[in-house]
């Protein structure tokens, strides 16, 4: 047993509050960053990794996809709080060893939070577990490759499913979705799926392209910043060091969040003496506490205040050039935007008619602005539209392609964006597949496949057969808790790449396989030519190398390009055109067949190995052009749309607490909002509960009631969270995932990206245990 690992699991009746903090990091975010990595790793791998995370030459930390510098000094202290523990949880010494399965029961297993499954630590050798096991117990990996082969050729492609977390590398996920196309499926669902899709959907058709349109120098020198849904200081906290520097620069910065954030309000850098013993930054000029699912009205206000200011000052906003030049459907925007009814934009937003007013003129007066954004725009039925209409704004006064400028999605795990510019995707383009078919003489399906909320409903019909997971923890991280987990289980076999464990390993289909992989940290040398290296592309689409220089807890790990290419060898065959063994060998050979497929990849070897790596072409940024199907950037018009609760209900957002990255636990401190030692905690305002007759720290059950297309309505339900008067946004709640998971609907999705609307439901209480089952009501723990 680990003896450093945690035996006890969460007691919610330890739960402290405590008042909120008013700034970020500090030397607090220093001792608890170092605390955590020597309790997890020793000091000397704490410091050896410490010293070597998102520098030259080292390996891309584990967590978020905040770029570093290419054109200044790094730091030597280049990681955040968060990016600490993420590290700690992968360099860890607790080992989670054939032992450890066999003392633990699957039924035991699945009672513990994913807290206590996340603590144990790393997973030292293959295990699977049979129809009729109780516990899990070893295989060889030889025995593992078969056992899933004989599964996958036993079935149809389309029934097979091959997901994806975003901490896999650029060659990783090359190697996947080939092995996936290979065998003849486009099932290839991802993170991305659950959190930026809407991102996608939105800027594709208007400017040509599915990322952001700045650096981070372009933060620097921006006049006007922008950040919007989002939480930098617990979920990009080096985010605020560049904001930080735009202040410096004479810069401002507008929060527009439901929440008030203690990272959008000041930052004490702890890299610098103004931060140790000084008062710190204020990061947010003005902070608009926008109601959840505002934030369309919001900005079709300020198109409208905009255009309203040139018109009685001629060319003092819209930059008319490049709207004539460069864009379509103005004059449909500007006939859109040209009334506005401002009580129902104040019911919408929860923002005073002054707020908006100020906000427009900060962006009437700045010449260089940047809108940064999370998933707090993407959640919601009407993401797409409010991202669309963010485009307009940006657009009316010309804000691609100059300095200090631009769109700004700020991603989460550290290579989503990598793995999507790979083709991890269900929809790829006849471009990308055709190059692909042409490197490796394959006829790839054209049929497109499964994204994650599709993959749901495939599970609850029975239709999938197989399911493999590259890293992440997909039962956790979808909506719908309960169903997606029932159909987990009715899956023939579940296959988990990963390096801890997590309730997708406990919620397995008939047969499972975990197969224990090789972390960001780790040194990769088991290869005929010696030590091999990965890379990954930051939010901000630079493309550098990551090379672990830490021994392995286990010398039974294998890489993630071994993995796939012993999996497809044994499923495909000797006899199959692509050569997997050279690639597993030699990581240049995935690169070069990269270099040949996807543009902005060409000599892909020689550019990787550069200092700084290579920043990808990004025409609006690059060339102010737009490679949309007119060729030019698209305006477009959206009705307002907003969220109404029923009577009764109020609008409740999930979120991260401090202490965790995605669906990995940390810990149980959110320092920032004062809340520890518990998670099953709705925050609500004051007068809401007074209003709602519940009291503040009251036990209750949380029910969401959603209604279809078909008019019926459904509740789902979650038991035992326990209310803390908050000061959110009035009519609005938040409580942490996956907790609340179980609340959203799997119908619940925003149009057309089809991700799940963890900030979009409507939700009652009630006294715990006060209400029972009703009909159309499924429930939750």
């Known amino acids: 047993m680990n003896r450093n690992a945690p035996k006890q699991d969460i007691n919610e009746d330890d739960l402290d509050v405590h008042p909120p903090k008013q700034s970020a990091a500090g030397v607090k975010a220093v001792t608890v960053a170092l605390e955590r990595g020597v309790s997890q790793a020793g000091v000397a791998r704490t410091v050896r990794s410490m010293l070597r995370v998102n520098q ?14 290419i054109t200044g000094r790094r730091s030597p202290a280049e990681f955040c709080e968060n990016g600490a523990k993420a590290i700690a949880e992968e360099s860890t010494t607790r080992r989670v060893t054939p032992e450890f399965w066999a003392s633990h029961s699957i ?6 939070t994913e807290y206590w499954l996340g603590s144990q630590g790393r997973i030292t050798e293959p295990v699977v577990i049979r129809p009729g096991d109780t516990h899990y117990s070893p295989i060889s990996w030889t025995d593992a490759f078969a056992l899933a082969a004989e599964h996958i050729r036993a079935t149809t492609p389309d029934r097979c499913v091959f997901y994806t977390s975003g901490r896999t590398a650029n060659e990783t996920a090359f190697m996947y979705q080939l092995f996936a196309r290979s065998l003849g499926t486009n099932n290839l669902p991802d993170c991305s799926n659950m959190c930026h899709e ?27 910043v922008l950040v919007v849904g989002q939480n930098p200081g617990t979920n990009h906290p080096r985010m605020l060091s560049a904001l930080r520097d735009c202040k410096n620069n004479g810069g401002k910065v507008v929060a527009v969040n439901p929440l008030p954030e203690a990272g959008l309000m000041n930052f004490k850098d702890p890299q610098s003496l103004k931060g140790v013993i000084g008062s710190g930054t204020t990061i947010a000029d003005e902070y608009l506490q926008i109601r959840v699912g505002g934030d369309l009205a919001l900005f079709q206000a300020l198109g409208h205040l905009l255009l309203e200011e040139e018109k009685i000052n001629p060319g003092s906003v819209v930059d008319q050039s490049f709207v004539s030049a460069q864009t379509e459907g103005f004059d449909d925007y500007v006939a859109a935007r040209s009334t506005l009814d401002w009580a129902e934009t104040e019911k919408a937003t929860g923002l005073g008619r002054a707020e908006i007013t100020k906000l427009a003129g900060m962006l009437a007066a700045s010449k260089a602005t940047i809108i940064c954004w999370a998933l707090g ?58 190059a692909l078919d042409k490197e490796f003489g394959l006829i790839s399906p054209r049929e497109h496949g499964y994204d994650s909320t599709e993959t749901q409903f495939a599970f609850e019909k029975g239709e999938i057969d197989v399911f493999v997971a590259m890293g992440g923890n997909f039962a956790a991280a979808g909506s719908d808790t309960g169903p997606l987990e029932a159909g987990l289980k009715r899956a023939g076999l579940t296959v988990h790449i990963s390096t801890k464990p997590n309730r997708s390993h406990v919620v397995h289909g008939r047969t499972s396989l975990i197969l224990p992989t090789l972390g960001r940290t780790d040194t990769d040398d088991k290869h005929p030519g010696g030590r091999q290296f990965l890379s990954v592309e930051d939010s901000m689409s630079v493309v550098h190398s990551t090379q672990g220089r830490l021994h392995p807890v286990s010398d039974h790990l294998l890489s993630e390009p071994v993995i796939i290419a012993r999996l497809a060898q044994a499923t495909l065959g000797d006899a199959h055109p692509v050569d997997w063994k050279a690639m597993a060998e030699d990581y240049d050979v995935i690169r070069d067949h990269v270099s040949r497929v996807i543009p902005g990849f060409e000599d892909f070897n020689a550019r990787i190995r550069t200092k700084i790596g290579f920043v990808l072409p990004n025409p609006p940024r690059d060339t102010r052009t737009f490679s949309t199907d007119i060729g030019k950037a698209r305006f477009t018009v959206s009705p307002l749309e907003y969220l109404e609760p029923p009577a009764g209900h109020l609008i409740l957002q999930t979120v991260r607490s401090h202490d965790q990255y995605n669906t990995t636990i940390y810990g149980l401190d959110d320092r920032y909002r004062g809340v520890s030692e518990g998670r099953r905690v709705i925050l609500v305002h004051e007068q809401d509960l007074r209003e709602l007759g519940f009291g503040d720290r009251e036990l209750v059950d949380v029910i969401s009631t959603y209604r279809g297309g078909d008019g019926v309505a459904s509740e789902r339900r979650a038991d035992k969270f326990r209310l803390i008067a908050y000061p959110t946004a009035k009519g609005c709640a938040a409580a942490y995932f996956p907790e609340a998971n179980a609340l959203v609907h799997r119908e619940l999705v925003a149009r057309e990206s089809n991700t799940p609307g963890f900030k979009a439901m409507a939700v009652r209480f009630v006294k715990h245990g006060s209400e029972r089952s009703s009909e159309g009501q499924e429930w939750a723990g």
């Open 107 to 112: 039924a035991e297993l699945e009672r513990k």
């Open 377 to 434: 725009l993407t959640q919601q039925p009407h993401s797409v539209d409010t991202l669309r209409e963010i485009i307009n704004v940006l657009l009316l006064q010309g804000n691609f392609g100059k300095r200090g400028a631009g769109a700004c999605p700020v991603r989460g795990h550290s290579n989503v964006q990598g793995d999507r510019t790979m083709g991890i995707w269900e929809k790829p383009g006849e471009e990308f597949l055709a």
């Open 56 to 69: 030259h030459n080292g390996f891309d930390c584990p967590g978020c996809a905040w770029p570093e510098s």
């Open 198 to 224: 809407s991102s996608g959907s939105a800027l594709n058709p208007t400017i040509g392209i599915g990322k952001g349109t700045v650096s981070l120098e372009d933060i620097h020198e921006a006049q006007l």
